[in-house]
T-cell receptor
Framework: GESVGLHLPTLSVQEGDNSIINCAYS??????FIWYKQESGKGPQFIID?????DKRQGQRVTVLLNKTVKHLSLQIAATQPGDSAVYFC????????????FGKGTHLIIQP | NAGVTQTPKFRVLKTGQSMTLLCAQD?????MYWYRQDPGMGLRLIHY???????AKGEVPDGYNVSRLKKQNFLLGLESAAPSQTSVYFC????????????FGPGTRLTVL
């Protein structure tokens, strides 16, 4: 089965509110995590990443939190905009591996006006 | 830079037919990947390459072959297409295997009848 999963398949938020998308992972050996955004008909687009030696990282309007104790990852989007509507995937990578990422199923973020 | 490009964008095959999907990147990346994405699912790794002339199996390699004759190109072949291979195929590349994001192409939507 998948080692990366998401708690909710769909998240609906009001425009201007903050969004929090959650992700659980099961492999303790994973040491690198990425959040991707995928709009309809397009490939995944990098949002933000975090290494396992960090517990928080901030970007423009986005923050990723990593809790290694409970193997939980979250993506916070501040002041959600209509353009944030998309499916968000978390992905993990095993330490030192040259192979690909392991993706969760995704959360569909819907922005309501 | 065009980034990662994929051809074709769409294709319909009959069961048993063969085809090749082409991925090209102009970022001089060593690492290239092929993923498939099924409805409501995250991406799953098919094959990957850590450099020109090398290939390796991912999570779901059966029914596919790959070749990396040139650094900038990564080809995915289906020798005898099956309906179970109906999916959206994404190619990605990265400069290093470690803590670096993967850049994705726009995808190829393949339907096998």
């Amino acid at each position: 089965g998948e080692s990366v999963g998401l708690h909710l398949p769909t998240l609906s938020v009001q425009e201007g509110d903050n969004s929090i998308i959650n992700c659980a992972y099961s492999n303790s050996a994973s040491d690198y995590f990425i959040w991707y955004k995928q709009e309809s008909g397009k490939g995944p687009q990098f949002i933000i990443d975090i290494r396992s030696n960090m517990d928080k990282r901030q970007g423009q309007r986005v923050t990723v939190l990593l809790n290694k104790t409970v193997k939980h990852l979250s993506l916070q989007i501040a002041a959600t905009q209509p353009g944030d509507s998309a499916v968000y995937f978390c992905a993990e990578k095993l330490q030192g591996g040259a192979d690909g990422l392991t993706f969760g199923k995704g959360t569909h973020l819907i922005i309501q006006p | 830079n065009a980034g990662v490009t994929q051809t074709p964008k769409f294709r319909v095959l009959k069961t048993g037919q063969s085809m090749t999907l082409l991925c090209a990147q102009d970022m001089n990346h060593e690492y290239m990947y092929w993923y498939r994405q099924d409805p409501g699912m995250g991406l799953r790794l098919i094959h990957y390459s850590v450099g020109e002339g090398t290939t390796a199996k991912g999570e779901v390699p059966d029914g596919y072959n790959v070749s990396r004759l040139k650094k900038q190109n990564f080809l995915l072949g289906l020798e005898s297409a099956a309906p179970s291979q109906t999916s959206v195929y994404f190619c990605a590349s990265s400069g290093e295997p470690g803590y670096n994001e993967q850049f994705f192409g726009p995808g190829t939507r393949l339907t096998v009848l």
